[in-house]
């Protein structure tokens, strides 16, 4: 043990914070890389108590950067409006590790003892985090005796129940007058209700009630989730979710929700083709279409349950079909360019322009006799376009191949019509009025189901339902009222980002983003790779 001190005491110390970047990831390398077997068990256990260590440094550091980071306001440089969203989308972190993060920051702000002794390794990151809740609950002439008290106790082997019922003690004689209760003013402002969806689609609900809200929730899902008789066997818990479900659905039906975003709110789902569609089961071809369809389904509910998407549920098989029994269905047939056919489609455009007599040209070593252009010495080539022009015809082609299959007249209308049955064969409706001083609610519908979440190229975790559609190009400067020059936006990129600060989207062909800051020195790709690691 000796030794291994020695070793650590003598190590060269960085002199800038790019070298200490450097020597960490280097060092993190190679322990990363190392193989433990052919390591000593005195020499694994060293191993592990440094690491936690380091964490505990680490988490120290990050709190000591980011807190530098946010108050000069470096997120704004990327077109972020918090550094817990720049987190998100330049580290590559999950919204669960970047709340973390910058809870750390704010709170090495209000503990200085707790974080000066984290900066040492000497105290974990579990146990700092800890005693900082403890002491949380003090009020804040007491934080600072209380970090000091806990934080030594902790230094001398103090486990960890044994402070808490110092941390406990603490609290009581800090305010003997409220004895155990709560301070009423800590659990307003402890309220907190999060509701995530899991990879497969599931909520997952958790939160901390005031009492006021408790005693509300636990009177109606009471009324709402009595057994229905001697063959309802749902447990306690099942009942409480089909009270909860019941009563949300009670509320959406009663219209007594306040509109957003200038629509009346309603609930949600995305139902597969293939899990609406029950004929022709015996055909191989309809099963194999229905596996490939239920798989990309998966695919985007999979997506959405990460980035965030309109608030819909995603539904399929028995669940689909309880649901559409009593929705209103609006149909919504969508298809992706096939960039194999789109050259293919491309030479044949220039091919039959190409021999137009405008594109005519002499054969080499020979002239065209006067006033004879078409004479057999001149031959009719293909021109190849520029690069630009060839972007262009692209994007030409494109349309009208767009415009061949959509609307009122096009292949998926017709297939629509006569496939899905009289339910789902309704008129089309347009996605393109030109110069409009609203947006249509078919094209909000197709706008939120392409874009699912903020279209900001610079990363958005905001989902749908916190969202507006609204023009990609102003009203004032000519901006159509199409799916094509709408996306969603927040509220921030929208009218802070885009109008106040001068940034620039477009919405590319592919479907992608880009962004250009007001002086055109950042370009923020909403698909491009990930920030290169350090070093």
């Keep these: 043990m000796p030794e291994e001190v020695s070793q650590v005491s003598t190590a060269v110390s960085p002199a800038t914070a790019a070298e200490a970047l450097?020597?960490?990831?280097?060092?993190?390398?190679y322990l990363a890389t190392t193989d433990p077997a052919q390591l000593t068990v005195g020499e694994q256990a060293q191993c592990l108590r440094t690491l936690e260590q380091v964490d505990a440094m680490e988490?120290?550091?990050?709190?000591?950067?980011?807190?530098?980071?946010?108050?000069?306001?470096g997120y704004c440089d990327d077109g972020a409006y918090s550094a817990r969203v720049w987190l998100i989308h330049q580290t590559r972190v999950t919204k669960v590790t970047a709340t973390r993060h910058t809870a750390w920051d704010r709170r090495v702000r209000a503990h200085p003892r707790i974080a000066a002794v984290l900066a040492t390794g000497e105290l974990t990151e579990s146990y700092a985090a800890t005693v900082c809740q403890w002491t949380d609950q003090l009020?804040?002439?007491?934080?600072?005796?209380?970090?000091?008290?806990?934080t030594e106790a902790a230094l001398t082997g103090m486990d960890l129940r044994d402070l808490a019922a110092l941390a406990a003690e603490i609290q009581a004689r800090a305010d003997p007058g409220t004895g155990d209760d709560d301070d009423p003013g800590q659990v307003f402002e402890d309220r907190a209700v999060r509701l995530e969806t899991t990879f497969g689609g599931a909520g997952v609900m958790t939160g901390d009630l005031t009492p006021e809200c408790a005693a509300?929730?636990?009177?109606?899902?009471?009324?709402?989730?009595?057994?229905?008789?001697?063959?309802d066997t749902r447990s306690h818990q099942q009942r409480y979710h089909d009270a909860l479900e019941d009563a949300m659905r009670r509320l959406v039906g009663a219209d007594l929700l306040p509109e957003r975003a200038g629509q009346p709110v309603k609930a949600l789902a995305h139902i597969s083709l293939a899990d609406l569609r029950e004929a022709d089961v015996e055909s191989a071809l309809q099963k194999k279409w229905t596996e490939r369809v239920r798989g990309e389904w998966a695919a985007h509910?999979?997506?959405?349950?990460?980035?965030?998407?309109?608030?819909?549920?995603?539904?399929?098989?028995?669940?689909?079909?309880?649901?559409?029994?009593?929705?209103?269905?609006?149909?919504v047939v969508t298809g992706e360019v096939n960039p194999a056919a789109l050259d293919y489609l491309v030479r044949l455009c220039i091919e039959l322009a190409g021999h137009s007599p405008g594109h005519c040209h002499p054969e080499p070593?020979?002239?065209?006799?006067?006033?004879?252009?078409?004479?057999p010495a001149w031959q009719c080539a293909p021109v190849p376009p520029t690069a630009r022009g060839r972007a262009a015809l692209e994007q030409a082609i494109i349309g009208q191949a767009v415009a061949l299959v959509s609307g009122p007249g096009g292949l998926a209308s017709f297939l629509r019509r006569g496939l899905l049955g009289a339910r789902l064969a309704g008129p089309s409706l347009p996605l393109d009025v030109g110069v409009s001083k609203d947006i249509p609610a078919a094209i909000r519908r197709l706008v939120i189901q392409r874009d699912q979440h903020c279209r900001f190229p610079g990363g958005c975790d905001?989902?749908?339902?916190?969202?507006e559609v609204h023009h990609i190009t102003h009203q004032a400067n000519g901006g159509k009222t199409s799916v094509n020059d709408c996306a969603l936006f927040c509220f921030f990129h929208h009218h802070v980002a885009i109008h106040?600060?001068?940034?620039?989207?477009?919405?590319?062909?592919?479907?992608?983003?880009?962004?250009?800051?007001?002086?055109?020195?950042?370009?923020?790709?909403?698909?491009?790779?990930?920030?290169?690691?350090?070093?």
């Design 365 to 375: 070593g020979t002239q065209a006799p006067p006033g004879q252009p078409g004479a």
């Design 216 to 231: 509300v929730v636990r009177t109606v899902l009471d009324a709402l989730s009595a057994p229905r008789g001697a063959e």
């Design 59 to 73: 988490t120290a550091a990050r709190a000591s950067f980011l807190g530098a980071f946010t108050t000069a306001k």
């Design 500 to 535: 106040q600060w001068g940034w620039t989207v477009v919405l590319n062909p592919d479907g992608t983003t880009t962004a250009y800051s007001p002086d055109k020195t950042k370009i923020l790709h909403s698909h491009g790779p990930p920030p290169a690691p350090p070093g």
């Design 22 to 29: 450097g020597m960490l990831t280097a060092a993190m390398s």
């Design 462 to 467: 905001q989902p749908a339902a916190a969202c």
């Design 301 to 331: 509910r999979a997506a959405a349950s990460v980035s965030g998407s309109d608030g819909g549920a995603w539904l399929e098989a028995g669940s689909a079909d309880a649901f559409a029994c009593d929705a209103s269905i609006t149909p």
């Design 139 to 150: 009020p804040e002439d007491c934080r600072d005796n209380a970090d000091a008290i806990l």
